[in-house]
């Protein structure tokens, strides 16, 4: 099922000058490592430096794979917050993910989204899709740059929200909200002007390869919380031998002057659901050098405490009836959101995505329970595919090997049965020429 938004007027401020100096935002920025600063702070919580670098050393060889940026992150050095089991249960960006070809699945954005529709399942529209070769159904299909201006002066019904296809964490994200005929200029959400020459710059570098959707609009429970803004939650499902489990739950929420929620830019929130419930955790804001507790919204005001997030059990449904659909995926990261037309699958990770996600805004991490069991389980089994590879190819080896030595032998029979008939052919030939010289002498006499 394909999600149209209302549409909505749009007000054009036709005096606006065209901003030449746009670009997409196509970095992300990594918050500063400020390890002296951390260090500080880990001391303040009572922890000695000498203690800490153990705790490290244990959990970056552990099958947890602890990073030291992530050490600090989760604040792991809090020994009033976590026991040391507790510790050992975060999972490190270095720890092995179970390998699946779902997470390349995923990436491709309209192939999934495709499926999704498929399925009947809620997502996003899209209206145009720019690719050089490929095409969708029931969209425009666009192929350079002429096809995208075209698009945009005649055909997008705005606001629109365009991204790069094979883009991840919002960058290349472009929240168009009009388009200016008399500047030939798009209008972004902020009310700035873009010439449309210029946008086409900005998609080119992505080699053509552009989404553009119907903008997805906040559910109207949602905007006394976090103001008119759209924002996804991150739903964390495993699917074993047993089904699916929706095992964790994070709401990412946009910030006062960012037009993503992804939890890197600085000023965006996170805040932790009970997945039973609904109900808000622990939220935590990004900062330029980390995170900060925060326990309000910085724009609305409005308090976490005891909120629940809207329509809950809504949001549970349209996960659990999509995430059976992919079939040996076992770690999945849907990011859904609340629209004022219900939960829509926006996308999905395919490896589960970053345990940030997952893990930043709870007491405990992955590691444990049913997570755990089908982690070590699928671990154990790859160890033994592999040893099973290895036992094969060594198989091999010596199976090349002795046919190797066969060839070889017989080679060298040959070579001596070659030998030994050239031997007795020269011989015969030395015999035949020594009964010729004495019938010549013979007759001669």
């Not at 209206?127 to 096809?147: C, K, M, T, W």
Request: net charge negative; charged share 25%.
């Amino acid at each position: 099922m394909t999600v149209r938004p209302h549409t909505r007027s749009q007000r054009i401020n036709e005096s606006s000058m065209s901003d030449t100096n746009f670009k997409l935002d196509t970095t992300r920025k990594q918050p500063a490592l400020e390890y002296l600063t951390w260090m500080h702070q880990a001391a303040e919580a009572g922890k000695s430096i000498g203690s800490m670098l153990k705790e490290l050393i244990k959990l970056q060889f552990s099958k947890a794979k602890i990073s030291p940026e992530e050490y600090f992150l989760y604040q792991l050095y809090d020994d009033e917050r976590y026991t040391w089991e507790a510790k050992q249960t975060f999972m490190g960006s270095g720890s092995k993910r179970v390998s699946s070809p779902w997470a390349t699945v995923c990436h491709d954005k309209p192939t999934f989204t495709a499926l999704l529709q498929g399925l009947g399942l809620p997502t996003p529209e899209t209206q145009a899709f720019v690719h050089p070769e490929r095409s969708i159904g029931n969209a425009y299909n666009l192929r350079d740059g002429d096809d995208v201006r075209r698009f945009l002066r005649e055909d997008a019904r705005y606001p629109i929200f365009g991204k790069p296809m094979e883009s991840v964490c919002s960058l290349g994200s472009a929240n168009i909200s009009g388009f200016d005929h008399a500047e030939d200029a798009i209008i972004l959400s902020d009310g700035r002007h873009v010439d449309l020459d210029r946008l086409i710059d900005q998609i080119r570098q992505f080699d053509f390869k552009y989404l553009f959707q119907s903008l997805l609009l906040p559910h109207e429970d949602l905007i006394p919380i976090i103001g008119n803004r759209v924002s996804t939650v991150r739903m964390y499902v495993l699917q074993d031998d047993d089904g699916c489990e929706l095992l964790r739950a994070s709401w990412k929420i946009p910030g006062s002057t960012n037009g993503a929620d992804n939890f890197w830019r600085p000023g965006n929130l996170l805040a932790g659901i009970d997945v039973k419930t609904g109900k808000l955790g622990r939220t935590l804001q990004r900062t330029e050098n980390g995170t900060q507790p925060i326990d309000k919204h910085p724009v609305t005001d409005t308090s976490f405490a005891d909120l629940v997030f809207p329509h809950w059990e809504e949001m549970v449904k349209v996960v659990m009836r999509a995430a059976p659909n992919l079939s040996g995926c076992h770690f999945q990261g849907w990011d859904v959101a609340l629209t004022d037309l219900g939960p829509v699958l926006v996308e999905c990770e395919g490896d589960g995505g970053d345990t940030i996600m997952e893990q930043l805004c709870f007491d405990t991490g992955l590691l444990q329970g049913r997570f755990l069991e089908f982690f070590d389980s699928r671990k154990e089994r790859e160890q033994r595919d592999s040893k099973k590879r290895k036992a094969r190819w060594r198989q091999n080896i010596k199976r090349n090997m002795a046919a190797l030595s066969v060839q070889e032998k017989s080679a060298a029979a040959e070579e001596s049965s070659q030998e030994t008939d050239a031997t007795s052919v020269q011989a015969a030939k030395e015999q035949t020429t020594s009964a010729m010289a004495e019938t010549n002498e013979t007759t001669s006499v």
